[in-house]
């Protein structure tokens, strides 16, 4: 019996240290979270699990330090690509193929592209605000998690990609913590929902400006339904990316906004009703939606469908 613990003893010595190296720190969920290329290819992190290390960046054609950043971004695809699997992951939030594919001809981008259309992606790995840097180790630990393309992301790059190991982050580094938002929802009330971002009038001025005038539109349009429907409950649902209390009270003074309004923190809202455009109005009736339009070019037009409901 001694012998027998003894080996038993031996062995976990030799083998423990193997098993603690091909284990990961993230869930089963984020490991099997499939990403879908542009080429069609479905790619998991698990797929990658001691083999090589995993770059992924979220961006945005329209994000400013997003294409400043891009040089950078194919630079670290060119100089270690060969020992690190360095994947950019496109919002999809008022993007499409044409402006990501004109985007990667602009710097010649040679690594992997995805598209997060369902926004799935976004929610899993908890999304703040582009750009979006996270670098696992090859294990799959999280070790970075940033916005800049500093020496910091470039020192820790350079190390794994030659199988250095670096500090891990905490276990619950992209794990939501924001609550949902808890709206009262009344399924013998019609509910409309106006999904934007405090900063879509302006941020999209120069590069998106139709999605700017829309924005300005959307908000000034609502004010007004409010009034003329005032049997739907009508509620502001506010992006939470770049943010907070302080935006969200500038905004509703600049728009002087009557109706309830909050920011989605844990964007399940989002999430929900797939919000890929901004600004979107949802009209949901008895849990199911009977309007959605991003369309507010017509203020007049879009009162008489709503009348209609």
């Known amino acids: 019996m001694l012998k027998r613990l003894l080996l038993s003893f031996t062995l976990t010595l030799f083998i423990s240290p193997i098993l603690l190296v091909q284990a990961s720190n ?3 969920q984020l490991l099997t979270m499939p990403m879908t290329l542009t080429t069609g290819e479905v790619i998991t992190l698990e797929q990658y699990q001691g ?38 992951i496109n ?46 180790d090859k294990q799959m630990n999280l ?12 020192n820790k790059i350079a190390l794994i990609s030659t199988d250095k190991q670096l500090d891990l982050l905490a276990d619950n580094a992209i794990t939501e913590t924001a609550l949902p938002l808890e709206l009262g929802v009344n399924d013998n009330k019609t509910q409309a929902f106006l999904f934007t971002a405090t900063w879509c009038d302006w941020y999209f001025k120069d590069s998106r400006p139709s ?9 000034n349009s609502v004010n007004i339904l409010t009034q003329q429907f005032d049997n739907i409950a009508w509620q502001g649902i506010i992006s939470r990316l770049w943010t907070g209390p302080a935006e969200l ?32 109005l949802v009209i949901v009736k008895n849990g199911q939606v009977i309007l959605r339009t991003s ?15």
């Open 26 to 28: 993230l869930s089963k």
């Open 51 to 88: 083999k090589k290390p995993v770059y992924l960046k979220f961006w945005a054609t329209w994000c400013k330090p997003c294409i400043e950043q891009m040089p950078h971004f194919e630079q670290i695809s060119q100089q270690h690509g060969d020992n690190l699997a360095v994947i950019a």
């Open 91 to 136: 919002l999809g939030i008022n993007d499409n193929l044409a402006a990501v594919q004109k985007v990667q001809q602009e710097f010649n981008l040679s690594m992997p592209m995805a598209i997060d259309n369902s926004g799935d992606l976004a929610q899993a790995f908890r999304l703040l605000g582009t750009p979006y840097h996270l670098l696992f």
């Open 143 to 154: 070790v970075h998690l940033g916005h800049k393309a500093d020496s910091v992301l470039d």
């Open 211 to 219: 999605s700017s005038q829309q924005c300005i539109a959307a908000q």
């Open 249 to 280: 009270a500038n905004y509703t003074k600049k728009y002087q906004v009557k109706h309830a309004i909050a920011i989605d923190a844990n964007n399940g809202m989002f999430h929900q009703y797939a919000v890929k455009e901004l600004p979107s």
């Open 295 to 309: 369309d507010f070019s017509e203020p007049e037009a879009l009162a008489e469908q709503i009348s209609k409901l």
